[in-house]
C-alpha cells in the first residue's frame, strides 16, 4: 500500500474517533472540525522552528485548553443546540484561517512544510489514541459513558458527575480532532482553510455512519472504506459524491449500526445456527 495514503488512512481514523467518542456518549459536540484546523496550523506555524514531536505535542495542548474552555462555555447546551453551536466554532476557525493572511496564508494556505510524518509515526500516535478511547470506553467507563447518552438523569441519579464527565468527552474528541490535524501538514506538506469546516464534520460522521459508533473499530472500519473507495472508484471519478451519498442511506437504512453492527449480527446467527445445529444432532 502507499504510505501516503496509508497514513491518510490513519489521519482519518483518529477524525473518526473525535467523532465517535462525542456520539457514543450522547454529547452532540461537532467541534473536532475546528480543532483539527487549530491543530493543524498550529503543528504547520511551529514545525520550522521546533522538532516535530513538540509542535505535534504543542498543538494537541493548545487544543486541549481550548476545548475545556469551549466546553466550559457550552456546557448547559444539549441537542442539536450544541451541535449548531460547534459547528458555528467550526466556520469560525474557517473564517479565521481565510481572513488572517499574515498568519494562515489566507485563501492560498501554507507551503513547504516539513513532510516529516511517517507510517511508524503517523502509526503510533493511533495506536496511543486507540488505548486511550479503549480504556474510555472500557466495560466500567463504557457504562458511564453509555447512560449518560440514554439517560443523564439516571446517570446522576447514580453518582455519576455528568457534567464532567460531558466537558471530558469533548475535550477528548477536541484533542483527537487535534492531533489528526496536527499530524495532516506533516504528511503532505501544504495546508488550506478550506480541509476544515463542514466538510470535515461530514467525512467525520461519515466515517462513523458506515464504521459505527459502538467502539473505536467502527471508525477503523469506516476510514478504511473512505480511504479505498475513492481508490475503488476512479472509473467513476465524477459519480464519486453520489456514490458516497448512496453508501450513507444505504448503510443508515440497513445497517443503523455500521459494519460493526454487521458483523455482530452475523456473529450471532452464526451462534444461533451452530446451536440449532447441535440441537438436531443431540436429538
Known amino acids: 500500500m502507499n504510505e501516503t495514503l496509508l497514513m491518510t488512512g490513519l489521519s482519518y481514523y483518529l477524525i473518526g474517533l473525535a467523532f465517535q467518542v462525542v456520539l457514543r456518549s450522547g454529547v452532540f459536540s461537532l467541534a473536532a472540525a475546528g480543532f483539527w484546523g487549530i491543530g493543524a496550523y498550529t503543528c504547520a506555524l511551529t514545525v520550522p522552528h521546533l522538532a516535530w514531536p513538540i509542535s505535534v505535542l504543542l498543538a494537541v495542548a493548545v487544543s486541549a485548553v481550548l476545548a475545556v474552555v469551549l466546553a466550559a462555555t457550552l456546557g448547559r447546551l444539549r441537542g442539536l443546540y450544541l451541535g449548531m453551536a460547534t459547528i458555528a466554532f467550526d466556520l469560525l476557525i474557517v473564517s479565521l484561517a481565510f481572513g488572517w493572511d499574515s498568519l494562515t496564508g489566507g485563501a492560498l494556505g501554507l507551503y513547504g512544510i516539513p ?23 472500557s466495560r466500567a467507563g463504557g457504562r458511564f ?27 477528548l474528541s477536541g484533542v483527537l480532532g487535534a492531533l489528526a490535524g496536527a499530524l495532516t501538514p506533516l504528511i503532505f506538506g501544504v495546508l488550506g482553510p478550506e480541509e476544515s469546516g463542514f466538510p470535515l464534520v461530514v467525512l467525520g460522521l461519515m466515517i462513523v455512519v458506515i464504521g459505527g459508533s459502538g467502539s473505536w473499530v467502527g471508525p477503523a472500519l469506516g476510514a478504511l472504506v473512505v480511504t479505498m473507495l475513492p481508490e475503488l472508484l476512479r472509473f467513476v471519478e465524477e459519480w464519486r459524491d453520489v456514490v458516497y451519498g448512496a453508501l450513507v442511506v444505504v448503510m443508515v437504512l440497513f445497517a443503523p449500526s455500521g459494519l460493526i453492527g454487521l458483523v455482530k449480527r452475523g456473529q450471532t446467527a452464526l451462534r444461533r445456527r451452530s446451536a440449532d445445529e447441535s440441537e438436531v444432532m443431540t436429538t
Open 115 to 137: 513532510r516529516e510524518a511517517s507510517p511508524l509515526m503517523v502509526g503510533a500516535f493511533a495506536a496511543v489514541a486507540t488505548v486511550v478511547v479503549a480504556m474510555v470506553q
Open 145 to 171: 459513558v453509555d447512560v449518560l447518552r440514554t439517560d443523564e438523569p439516571l446517570a446522576r441519579s447514580l453518582g455519576v458527575e455528568t457534567g464532567r464527565l460531558r466537558v471530558a468527552m469533548a475535550v
